[in-house]
């Protein structure tokens, strides 16, 4: 008898924290969810335009890249294994990777 009850709370209790974990679920992703899908966000385009050696060279194309053209590129770069890969993106809406391309090279040709 005292089996049958330990398995029965077990079994109950093992129901409330179910119940509880869906709710935190259906809870938080319903939070996140309205937060990553709204409508007024656009999502990132970026390409890598590789590493770049010097500091300077990297510096430089932050500089001259920076918020240029209707995209409004951003322009980053980092370090890595003692280079700098540089990255340029987007947030304009209803961009391609590929037009982002042609935008940047069309911008590079023009200015340099």
């Known amino acids: ?3 049958f009850i330990r398995l029965l ?8 924290l179910c119940s509880l974990e869906k709710f935190a679920n259906s809870f938080f992703s319903s ?6 899908n ?6 990132m385009k970026t ?3 590789g590493n770049i050696s010097d500091k300077n060279q990297a510096e ?12 409004n590129f ?3 770069y980092g370090t890595y294994a003692g280079n700098y890969p540089v990255s340029i993106s987007t947030e304009r809406p209803d961009t391609t990777v590929d037009e982002l391309k042609d935008m940047v090279l069309f ?5 340099f």
């Open 1 to 3: 008898m005292i089996d």
């Open 9 to 16: 709370l077990l079994s109950l209790l093992f129901y409330y």
């Open 31 to 36: 939070i996140f969810t309205s937060s990553i």
């Open 38 to 43: 709204n409508k007024n966000k656009t999502t």
């Open 47 to 49: 390409i890598y335009l």
């Open 60 to 71: 430089k194309l932050v500089t001259k890249l920076s918020g240029k053209t209707y995209m």
């Open 74 to 76: 951003i322009v980053e």
């Open 107 to 111: 911008y590079l040709a023009s200015e």
